[in-house]
């Protein structure tokens, strides 16, 4: 979103900059912030452009399945209401305590999105879901050198907060939290800030705790056709998740004391690219395509064969490509060692988990050099339905 000479972000350009094309309206209020539309084809946060702070969090259904559909049903008011930058219902009477917690008046939607999806574990017959679990929805395997803490993994269900202010989106999870008590728990709830993968190449790319660029080679969100092949679910043996997607999330630590030790030369090495430019090994400019086939004067590959793009890289993976959605998180010291908790917490959107992320993360887990650097320690899957049609509510997608 680029600002006029007022200082103001113009109506046209914040209809630009939050990604109108894909289908997902976002209009600018007079304070300049964007605000995305609840009814779109599309769940927003997935294919709008990054926002720089994120809430990510798991509940689990403790209550019924009457009670569940109900909630959602608030949810889906509540949510509407949210990301239109609205508290999340109106006042009744002084007499209750107040129906928003409050700590947003004035701030504006801040380009809030809500992406909502549902993980395996919700699809019991306890709740008469055991039916409606669409295939593609795995379970995710074990990856070496996984140290998970199961107090970060799973998950009946996910919210997916993002904003530009950071209270934006700890707000609304709140809220809906609040809203959902006694029908649903919260399991894990995880913030980042700064995001680290840009979804655009119009954007400058962002970097990572590693210093380094990400996103460059990422899918670009704004090309439909990508989005339709590889993110967006075509036919499912679940109707319900026609023009849904899923999300993977992993809790990725970094040792970054160690990463930081290293030389300049075994940093870029790592993750085959240039630290400054963000350039392949095998190239000059941050955009030049990997040149996996580039040799040294000693017959050395540029890209290392353990290099983190060349072992990512689609080439490499039967064509596999994710669009990556990733933030930073900095959770305090590790009590054990008194080194930083901090990281990656990786989001990824695929159509097809078990050919996109799995198969990946299979290459990574065995053969990137980055993972000497990273312990991945919360793992969850979820469905994402596609966009809630107007008048419609968020439990009719899997309900039926
Ligand atoms: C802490 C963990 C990680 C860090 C710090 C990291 C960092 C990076 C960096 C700096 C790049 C190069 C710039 C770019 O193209 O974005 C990159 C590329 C990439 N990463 Fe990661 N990454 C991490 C984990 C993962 C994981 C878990 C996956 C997937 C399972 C993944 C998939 C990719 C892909 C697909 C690319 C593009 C490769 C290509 O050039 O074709 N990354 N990552």
Known sequence: VSNDPTGRISRRDALRGAGLITGALAVASPAGAVRYAFHAPHQSGVVTPVQDHLILAAFDVTGSHPQLRETLRTWT???????EGEP?????????????????????????????GFGPS???????????????LIDLPHFAGDRLDPGRCGGDLVVQACANDPVVAFHAVRNLARLSE???ALRWLQRGDGRTSSTSSREQ?????????????????????AMRRHVWVGESDQPWMSGGTYLVARR????VEAWSALSLETQQAAIGRFRASGAPLSGRRERDPLRLDAYGPYGTPLIATNAHVRVASAKENHGAVILRRGFNFVDGLD?????????LMFICYQNDPAHQFVTLQSRLSELDALSTYTVHTGSAIFACPPGVARGASLDDAVFG
């Open 252 to 255: 990725i630590r970094v040792r």
């Open 77 to 83: 008011t509540a949510a509407q209401r949210l990301v």
């Open 122 to 136: 919700l699809f019991t017959e306890r709740l008469g879901l055991a039916q409606r679990r669409p295939r593609a």
């Open 182 to 184: 006694g029908t649903l």
């Open 335 to 343: 009590p054990r060692t008194g080194e930083l908790d901090a990281g």
């Open 205 to 225: 790319t962002p970097r990572n705790l590693l210093g380094f660029k990400d996103g460059t080679a990422n899918l670009d969100a704004r090309d439909t056709e």
């Open 88 to 116: 999340v219902a109106s006042d009744r009477s002084p007499v209750y305590p107040p129906a928003d917690t409050g700590e947003t008046i004035g701030l504006g939607a801040a380009g809030l999105t809500l992406t909502f």
